[in-house]
């Protein structure tokens, strides 16, 4: 089916139903599509870090996964997300962001945006190295 749903199946021979005919269908949906972890999280990404998150589709059937990350940069500095698939469904989606700023991670299953279309906002902040809180006494 195309879209989610309660649907019934009937195989039939020569216009006969199949004995057990027909047979209730469950299709899941974008519902079924979970989207998880901290490259999409408001806080915590850090600049010249790798940062990731994970799309669970393994309920919603077998169709193509986009990913695109807007924000600053351009050639070298646009960030490229990495997808691996380690098992039927479940996608992993790896990215780093060399400019501090906020990005907008948008997510497609098939040819529908996942997150009701919105972009993810993760905001991604520069790290210091070295710096320690003051331990000057008074």
Excluded at 58 to 85: C, S
Aim: charged share 25%.
């Amino acid at each position: 089916p195309d879209k989610a749903g309660d649907y019934l199946f009937v195989a039939e021979h020569e216009g006969v139903a199949a004995p057990k005919c027909p047979i209730p269908l469950k299709a899941r949906g974008l519902k079924s599509v979970k989207v998880y972890g901290p490259g999409i999280q408001p806080t915590g990404n850090l600049c010249g870090f790798d940062t990731h998150f994970i799309v669970d589709a393994r309920e919603a059937g077998e169709e193509q996964l986009h990913v695109e990350i807007v924000g600053p940069g351009t050639g070298e500095f646009k960030p490229m997300p990495t997808i691996t698939e380690p098992k039927k469904g479940l996608f992993n989606i790896k990215y780093d962001v060399s400019l501090h700023n906020n990005y907008g991670v948008n997510v497609k299953y098939g040819a529908d945006s996942l997150n009701q279309g919105k972009p993810y906002k993760p905001k991604v902040h520069t790290h210091s190295v070295g710096t320690f809180p003051s331990t000057r006494r008074r």
